[in-house]
């Protein structure tokens, strides 16, 4: 009966202690934690929708230090500015960045304003907070009368504050 009991309490430590490994079964830490498709998820403030981001799949790595969700099948993202005109952005591939709430577009990256300007970018990032646009990778910004190439693209969602940087091509000035 002794040799039935320290068994017993011997297997009962040896499968606690191993309790951590067991629950890490099939879970890597370089995989995500979860997988949505077909996702459409909307940033409201003071109950107005400012932003919608739509993707055919979303990867979640909430697990990590700093989490992040992945879009590897590209996203389409309206932008609402205060009058409630909307800005889209299409890209190929985006990563959005729980603490900071920076959104990183990357890949033939096409935003058109209501305006009807128009970025062509390979890189965008889109600070929610801020509701601010930019990259240093090379852009392209056609608007009503100008083809600007530049070296890099800085805007409030609006284009009203809209900056190409390190311009190269040819613009159109009032006198």
Not at 18 to 39: C, F, R, T
Not at 154 to 169: K, M, R, Y
């Amino acid at each position: 009966m002794n040799i039935v009991t320290v068994f017993t309490v011997t297997m009962f430590f040896s499968c606690k202690s191993n309790l951590d490994e067991v629950s890490k079964i099939g879970v890597s830490e370089n995989e995500p934690i979860g997988v949505a498709e077909n996702i459409n998820l909307k940033r409201t403030d003071s109950g107005r929708v400012i932003a919608n981001l739509v993707s055919p799949k979303m990867l979640d790595f909430s697990n990590r230090d700093f989490a992040y969700n992945e879009f590897p099948d590209g996203v389409h993202l309206d932008l609402y500015d205060e009058n409630n005109q909307k800005s889209t952005v299409i890209a190929d591939y985006a990563i959005v960045y729980d603490k900071t709430n920076l959104i990183d577009m990357q890949g033939n990256v096409i935003l058109a304003s209501h305006k009807k300007d128009t970025l062509f970018a390979e890189q965008l990032f889109y600070d929610q907070e801020r509701e601010w646009l930019f990259t240093n990778q090379p852009v392209t910004f056609i608007s009503a009368n100008n083809v600007i190439n530049g070296g890099g693209f800085d805007s409030d969602i609006e284009f009203n504050q809209a900056q190409v940087l390190a311009v190269d091509g040819a613009i159109t000035l009032d006198e």
